[in-house]
């Protein structure tokens, strides 16, 4: 009986199991759309092909190969971009590179001279808003004098990367301060970032020993090497500072300044001459231990730490009446032709981070436009020449931005000729004259235009006669 019962139970078990599972294919039957066959798992969607990104930059070869570790370093990471390294040698072989289209590369570094040719030319398009959007910080990370000088048409045209001003390197061995001292010459304090006029010329004199066959002083006899002084003195390059016509060396405050640096420059005594350039450049002669002095930039220094033997820190540029200097802005652009401004934009990101501006500022050759780096070790290098890399930093308050151009080469084709004469022309220089036809031939590139009508006009008269 109790058997019975039991087989009883499990039938009732097993028909309503079977009822069960008859509602739920009812239930999926009904919502598969009347026996259609249940959807499959979502597929997977196909890798992303990365975007194929150029980065173009100059340098020297160590310089170069800290580049290229930085794209590696980043083509291991990115999910979005590769990046390929494209280099020269310098920054006048990558402006001829773009200039004759033979490069285009999408993000780029770019002297600050170029900018009006590169905005001209569609190569550089604003970075502001796309930095913006990326949540990028760099207000108070950038002197507003770099910022400015990448800025036109109230947009930050390229991202402000390099920024090194010219000093004066001087060997620690001919121009010895602490000889100086003792000597009661004109020396600078040791912390001081001011190196007065009268103090550069007493270091000059004190390095040129005939016995060692030493010289002082070399500064390039060129509008750029001479323009600090020009400025420090008073004076100015150009007649206006945003959309210039002329040079003004002849002005009154220029020649001033001009007459007191040329008073020391002219000495033959003291600086190299033209026979001694034809032999070696100031640098080499420098490297040799045979010169006290010469202007330059940060790029210097790391060839400068290779010369065995050689001891050498660095120096304001002098002044005349207040600080002065000029330098080499360098920006990281993004060429609006590229295949992704988003992914091109993202690179440029990378570029400007702190960690990767350390990496490359390490290498000797940068002084870093984002000015946290700039006061790191990773800048000052304390254990390595020069002892007083603060200057650099300090400098660049002090440096004179020229108006944007595009003729910088062929102004400085035109008038360096004549400006050298300033410097070894032999005899009594008639500085009056001479720094009017400088300024002259200056208008042949700053303002062709008016050239132009003057001889139209010239030509009209004369037809008349």
Not at 162 to 180: A, H, K
Not at 202 to 218: I, L, Q
Not at 322 to 328: L, P
Not at 348 to 366: A, C, F, K, N, P
Request: with cysteine; net charge negative; proline share 6%.
């Amino acid at each position: 009986m109790e058997s019975k019962r039991r087989q009883a139970r499990r039938g009732a078990a097993t028909i309503v199991a079977l009822l069960s599972l008859g509602l739920v294919a009812t239930a999926c039957d009904s919502d598969a759309g009347n026996g259609e066959p249940l959807p499959g798992p979502d597929p997977v969607p196909a890798p992303q092909a990365k975007t194929e990104l150029t980065l173009a930059v100059w340098g020297k070869e160590a310089e170069v190969a800290g580049y290229q570790r930085v794209v590696d370093e980043y083509n291991q990471t990115s999910t979005t971009s590769t990046v390929t390294l494209e280099s020269w040698a310098d920054r006048d072989e990558l402006d001829d590179a773009l200039r004759a289209g033979e490069a285009s590369p999408d993000v780029y570094l770019a002297s600050r001279r170029d900018l009006t040719f590169l905005r001209e030319e569609g190569y550089a398009t604003p970075v502001d808003e796309l930095l913006d959007e990326r949540s990028v910080e760099f207000g108070d990370g950038y002197s507003r004098d770099a910022l400015e000088a990448f800025s036109a048409d109230t947009r930050l045209q390229c991202m402000p990367f390099g920024v090194s001003p010219m000093v004066i390197y001087r060997n620690t061995d001919l121009v010895d301060f602490e000889r100086m001292v003792e000597l009661e010459l004109d020396t600078p304090s040791p912390e001081s970032n001011r190196f007065t006029f009268d103090e550069f010329a007493a270091a000059a004199e004190f390095a040129t020993k005939p016995r060692r066959r030493s010289k002082g002083v070399y500064i390039e006899p060129s509008l750029r090497g001479l323009a600090p002084f020009v400025y420090s003195g008073g004076g100015e390059i150009f007649d206006d500072g945003d959309t210039p016509t002329s040079l003004a060396l002849s002005s009154d405050e220029s020649r001033d300044a001009l007459e007191r640096t040329l008073e020391l420059l002219r000495r033959p005594s003291l600086t190299l001459t033209e026979e001694q350039l034809d032999k070696a450049t100031a640098q080499e002669w420098f490297e040799r231990g045979r010169l006290g002095m010469i202007a330059g930039y940060r790029d210097l220094v790391p060839e400068l730490r290779d010369v065995e033997g050689l001891e050498f820190d660095v120096l304001p540029m002098p002044t005349l009446d207040s600080s002065a200097t000029i330098g080499d802005l360098t920006g990281l652009c993004l060429n609006p032709a590229t295949e992704s401004i988003a992914d091109a934009a993202d690179l440029l990101v990378h570029m400007i981070s702190d960690e990767v501006v350390s990496e490359l500022t390490r290498t000797g050759y940068l002084v870093p436009a984002n000015q946290q780096v700039a006061l790191t070790e990773d800048f000052t290098q304390p254990a390595l020449q020069p002892d007083r890399s603060d200057v650099f930093t300090s400098a660049v308050r002090s440096m004179r931005v020229p108006p944007l151009l595009d003729t910088w080469t062929q102004l400085q084709r035109l008038v360096d000729g004549p400006i050298a004469e300033l410097v070894n022309a032999p005899g009594v220089l008639d500085l009056e004259t001479a720094t009017e036809v400088i300024d002259e031939l200056s208008r042949q590139v700053l303002e062709p235009e008016a050239d132009e009508t003057e001889e139209s006009d010239s030509g009209e008269t004369d037809s008349e006669g």
